[in-house]
């Protein structure tokens, strides 16, 4: 049975009325386009849209069937039909705001093809640029949520802060990670403040070298997740030679 308006059961978010997988746009209110088009995970694109709201307003769009072919090469073509239906809150997404918003998009939603925003059509670059560094940004949003729960087996503030009540949960000491440093979040700060993949990769490099006391192996695993060689400025972070405590989790 297809999916009637304003049904937003949580199969819905995930799956369609014939049971494909979703895909997630980002879209800005600001271009009048998409900016971001994936099908891997709807809260890393909605990680992915509030850090990039230091740069842009966005909202995340469930994205109706039968758009397959709007991918990250060519979304920025795309835009919204009839504007006007979509509301945040009390206001119309004409009226931004720096908090994304999650939306769904229903099966008589309409996409269209617009072409380039007309702002954008000799200047290109800067989209371009834009559209990098959203990319990078997601890549790195799922690199922090995997080593959150994968790696960083020593988060015991988050479990007291959203399991433990309050007054236990002040009278215990508790940390985010290893050093207490709460590393993956000053990484996503460094991707909140840079306006470049090369600007925010300096920022995360330093934080893994300021921050470094026994989390090798985390280090290790960050680069593990997004397939690359970790950088030559850290080599000298990981591997056994570098615990003070060997009773760190090696993977």
Not at 76 to 102: C, D, E, H, M
Not at 141 to 148: D, F, L, Q, V, Y
Not at 168 to 186: I, P
Request: aromatic share 14%.
């Amino acid at each position: 049975m297809m999916q009637k308006r304003f049904d937003n059961h949580y199969d819905y978010f995930y799956r369609d009325h014939n049971g494909q997988q979703r895909n997630y746009g980002i879209y800005s209110p600001g271009l009048d386009r998409f900016i971001h088009i994936s099908n891997k995970d709807l809260w890393i694109s909605f990680e992915t849209a509030s850090i990039i709201s230091s740069k842009i307003n966005t909202i995340v769009y469930v994205m109706p069937p039968g758009y397959d072919h709007i991918t990250n090469e060519n979304c920025i073509n795309f835009s919204l039909f009839n504007k006007t239906s979509q509301k945040l809150w009390t206001s119309n997404i004409l009226v931004g705001r720096q908090n994304p918003a999650l939306k769904m998009l229903y099966p008589d939603d309409q996409i269209i093809e617009s072409g380039i925003p007309q702002d954008f059509v000799n200047n290109q670059e800067m989209l371009d640029r834009l559209m990098l560094y959203i990319k990078f940004v997601y890549e790195q949003s799922m690199a922090i949520k995997i080593s959150e729960v994968f790696y960083n087996h020593f988060n015991n503030k988050d479990f007291m802060d959203n399991y433990i009540d309050l007054e236990t949960a002040e009278m215990l000491q508790s940390k985010k990670d290893w050093t207490g440093a709460n590393v993956l979040q000053r990484i996503k700060n460094a991707l909140y403040l840079s306006d470049t993949a090369e600007d925010a990769e300096k920022k995360i490099i330093d934080i893994w070298k300021t921050y470094t006391s026994d989390i090798g192996f985390m280090i290790e695993g960050y680069y593990k997740i997004l397939d690359k060689t970790i950088p030559a400025e850290l080599e000298n972070y990981v591997g056994v030679k570098s615990y003070k405590n060997h009773s760190a989790w090696i993977f």
